[in-house]
Nanobody, 120 residues
Framework: VQLQASGGGLVQPGGSLRLSCAAS????????MGWYRQAPGAQRELVAV???????SYADSVKGRFSISRDDAKNTVILQMNSLKPEDTAVYYC???????????????WGRGTQVTVSS
């Protein structure tokens, strides 16, 4: 299984970006899909996560500005980021937790990061 993230880039404060992450491979289901970020010199932190049932959770710092969604038919998770701030600058990573595979076991996978830079 591979997670391929896209959509990062440079944006001015107040702008928007849309991150997408698609999981490929033999997958029967994915329990949780989420986004994490890591700024220089900081620990990786959870940004947002969505369950297979559609329950969503956000870091306090992004509530009201970011929105997470998923398309189970495409094993894809989307992070819509609005009203971006310089402190949102980080490498963003997608993660799939509880991936049910052909051997009936659950696995967790990380995608490669995508850089988001918010600067004027």
């Amino acid at each position: 299984v591979q997670l391929q993230a896209s959509g990062g880039g440079l944006v001015q404060p107040g702008g928007s970006l849309r991150l997408s992450c698609a999981a490929s491979g033999t997958i029967f289901s994915i329990s949780y899909m989420g986004w994490y970020r890591q700024a220089p010199g900081a620990q990786r932190e959870l940004v947002a996560v969505i369950s297979s049932g559609g329950s969503k959770s956000y870091a306090d710092s992004v509530k009201g500005r970011f929105s997470i969604s998923r398309d189970d038919a495409k094993n894809t998770v989307i992070l819509q980021m609005n009203s971006l701030k310089p402190e949102d600058t980080a490498v963003y990573y997608c993660k799939a937790d509880g991936v049910l595979r052909f051997d009936h076991k659950l696995y967790d996978y990380w995608g490669r990061g995508t850089q988001v830079t918010v600067s004027s």
